[in-house]
């Protein structure tokens, strides 16, 4: 079974700090993304990377940076939180071409105070 | 970026009863996709479907893919108190990115 693996449950943060949310899947997908999931809004999408040190915005990457320097690692940085990036945040990776399906990670509910 | 429009934002229903939700768009997919998401949890793929027309089944569950590529809907039969989520379709054109619909809550009462 697919295996993407969040560093992190909870976090709590405080406004400012640099804070950095870590993804980790183990089948060699070539695909990774980042969302945030709000109330009434679904799950939208951040950042994704389509290959190693490859990446491209999403819908809302404003406040955010990703890192991809691994195949199996994704990171998503919060340059500097503000309390309107309380969210979960939710990673996945799926393997490239449109026949495969993604698989996500179990969240990260991220809290800036 | 492109749009899902998923209804009903929420359901509530006793147990044993049929459930349908939908989504639809004004863009043409490649690939629709549902997902369940329990409460604190990531969300789990329930059916993809690959092709226009495709009628899938995983249990109680049974999906379609719309002939238009622009809508699919998700029925559950006879559900139960573990049905109890919030239910996520997803399309995909090419390139591996995915447009997620706002969410459908269901809750079931015993």
């Known amino acids: 079974d697919v295996k993407v693996t969040q560093s992190s449950r909870y976090l709590v943060k405080r406004t400012g700090e640099k804070v950095f949310l870590e993804c980790v899947q183990d089948m060699d997908h070539e695909n990774m993304f980042w969302y945030r999931q709000d109330p009434g809004l679904g799950l939208r999408l951040i950042y994704f990377?389509?290959?190693?040190?490859?990446?491209e915005k999403g819908d809302i990457p404003e406040g955010y940076s990703v890192s991809r320097e691994k195949k199996e690692r994704f990171s998503l940085i919060l340059e500097s939180a503000s309390t309107n990036q309380t969210s979960m945040y939710l990673c996945?990776?799926?393997?490239?071409?449109?026949?495969?399906?993604?698989?996500f990670g179990q969240g990260t509910r991220l809290t800036v105070v | 970026g492109q749009q899902l429009n998923q209804s009903p934002q929420s359901m509530f229903i006793q147990e044993g009863e049929d459930v349908s939700m939908n989504c639809t768009s004004s863009?043409?997919?490649?690939?629709w996709l549902w997902y369940k998401q329990d409460p604190g949890e990531g969300p789990v793929l329930l059916i993809a479907l690959y092709k226009a027309g495709e009628l899938t089944s995983n249990g109680r569950l049974t999906a379609q893919f719309g002939i238009t590529r622009k809508d699919s809907f998700l029925n559950i039969s006879a559900s139960i108190p573990s049905d109890v989520g919030i239910y996520f379709c997803?399309?995909?054109?090419?390139?591996?990115?995915?447009?997620f619909g706002e969410g459908t809550q269901l809750t079931v009462n015993p």
């Open positions: 990377s389509y290959d190693v040190k490859m990446k």
């Open positions: 863009s043409i997919f490649n690939t």
């Open positions: 997803a399309g995909q054109t090419s390139g591996s990115r995915l447009t």
């Open positions: 996945a990776s799926k393997r490239g071409g449109d026949a495969d399906s993604a698989f």
